[in-house]
């Protein structure tokens, strides 16, 4: 009975780890699929020049669906003003992501302890070249 009781106790700690292994990984997804909105967001303004409405909406509506989270809580900023080909054109993100530990209650973290901030902020070069 001794070993038994030391055998699930063993087992119930082994556990968390595979527990924070898996959440790990669903993480690193979801933070490489919102990169790869950004580099396509980063595309779309550099052909138009500038951050429009329309494809700051599009983003946060990307990375709402990909981090199941709602739009608004997405923040983007970045140049407003249309920039001709050769300007940078400086754009940052900001996403409140939760859950980083997957049992918090487990390692003793609250809940405000288990959430961080990914921020992007880069440059890209302007290819607009005005419209005719």
């Known amino acids: 009975m001794k070993n ?6 063993c087992i119930m700690i082994l556990l968390a780890f595979v527990l924070q292994f898996t959440q790990n990984q669903l993480l690193h997804n979801r933070l490489t699929a919102v990169d790869q909105a950004v580099n396509n967001f980063k595309e779309v ?19 709402g669906r ?28 900001e996403v409140p992501i939760d859950e980083i530990v997957s049992v918090p209650f487990f390692w003793g973290i609250s ?3 288990n959430q961080i901030n990914y921020r992007i902020l880069r440059y890209t070069t302007s290819e607009y070249i005005g419209r005719t």
Do not use: H, M, W
């Open 4 to 9: 038994l009781l030391t055998s699930a106790a």
């Open 45 to 63: 303004v550099k052909q138009e020049g500038c951050i429009t409405e329309e494809n700051e909406k599009e983003l946060r509506r990307e990375i």
């Open 66 to 93: 990909i981090l199941d989270c709602p739009a608004d809580t997405v923040e983007i900023g970045g140049g407003r003003e249309r920039i001709f080909r050769g300007g940078l054109i400086e754009y940052s993100v």
């Open 111 to 113: 809940e405000e302890e």
